[in-house]
Nanobody, 121 residues
């Protein structure tokens, strides 16, 4: 298990963009499928997007499809979430995790601090 550290969140106006980063601080995850999840206060954790270990294949939650793009740079041991056309309902703490391919749940239930995304109207 690698230590994952999320960054890049912030406060943006509706319609704006952010790029989140998920960096492995321990060991490489170049051979792991990775995903982004989010959780708003008082709500269940929600799957956002996943990317295969090669970076070739991706899949998304319907709520973000067409607006968010997941990508990775295995040389930098980093996974990104590029968020465009942000909406207030995107407000949440965003976290990354390893995922079994095709799954919308993480491989492990160990979560870090995540990064806060707040979208104002």
């Amino acid at each position: 298990q690698v230590q994952l550290v999320e960054s890049g969140g912030g406060l943006v106006q509706a319609g704006g963009s952010l790029r989140l980063s998920c960096a492995a601080s321990g060991r490489t995850f170049s051979n792991y499928n990775m995903g982004w999840f989010r959780q708003a206060p008082g709500k269940e954790r929600e799957f956002v997007a996943a990317i295969s270990w090669t970076g070739i294949s991706t899949y998304y939650a319907d709520s973000v499809k067409g607006r968010f793009t997941i990508s990775r740079d295995n040389a930098k041991n980093t996974v990104y979430l590029i968020m465009n056309s942000l909406k207030p309902e995107d407000t949440a703490v965003y976290r990354c995790a390893q995922v079994p391919w095709g799954s919308r749940a993480p491989l492990y239930d160990f979560w870090g601090q995540g990064t806060q995304v707040t979208v104002s109207s």
